[in-house]
């Protein structure tokens, strides 16, 4: 099983990476959030991967932090009707600490809205991930200094707290969950992984 690849970043999209690794060049797909997150081409990276297999196929499949991925493996293998297409466009639209929240909350409304995404499916990730959520939220190690490019790791799950509570508080504003979720990303690309609650409400709002 490849559970992490480190290499070169030769290309770079919204939805997809290659990176190059010993001469192979290595397809992955990612979702938005993790694309956020990469270095420019030609920079090392490193993802946390899962290789999906199919009779006609092998699918890599890369993302930021390994809570990502393993959130990621718990959506296809738990929900009915959620394939890796499918949960590749859940983490697009929704950052991991907002998905979980929608889910521990109930919130099928705000589910919904995500693409390819019908009411009964949303119902489907509350009903049968509520109890689950968290479980993969341990350690999430993300490679570099501010993305994801250099080597050490610098960050932990507890990096996801502020941006939580960001969203949250832009709710509370009158910000739609979605449009609050990717304003605080924008803000923790810019001011990087450490940044503070109260950082990212003020970069997103003046954003």
Do not use: W
Request: aromatic share 4%; charged share 20%; proline share 5%.
């Amino acid at each position: 099983m490849i559970t992490s690849i480190h290499g070169l970043l030769t290309e770079a999209t919204p939805l997809r990476a290659v990176i190059e690794l010993n001469g192979f060049g290595y397809e992955v797909n990612i979702p938005v959030t993790t694309a956020e997150k990469l270095p420019s081409p030609g920079a090392q990276v490193k993802l946390h991967t899962l290789v999906i297999y199919r009779e006609d196929a092998q699918t890599l499949y890369g993302f930021a932090t390994p809570a990502e991925r393993d959130f990621f493996r718990l959506m296809i293998e738990t929900v009915s009707g959620v394939g890796p297409k499918l949960a590749l466009t859940i983490l697009s639209r929704m950052s991991l600490p907002l998905l979980e929240s929608a889910i521990r909350n109930g919130d099928v409304a705000g589910l919904s809205k995500c693409p390819g995404i019908g009411k009964k499916t949303a119902e489907r990730l509350v009903i049968e991930l509520r109890a689950k959520v968290g479980v993969t939220s341990g350690a999430s190690p993300v490679a570099g200094s501010g993305d994801l490019g250099g080597g050490a790791d610098v960050a932990s799950a507890a990096g996801d707290i502020p941006l939580r509570d960001a969203v949250l508080a832009l709710s509370a504003l009158g910000y739609k969950a979605a449009d609050a979720d990717a304003a605080v990303r924008r803000a923790q690309i810019a001011l990087g992984a450490g940044a503070s609650t109260e950082k990212l409400i003020k970069h997103a709002l003046a954003g």
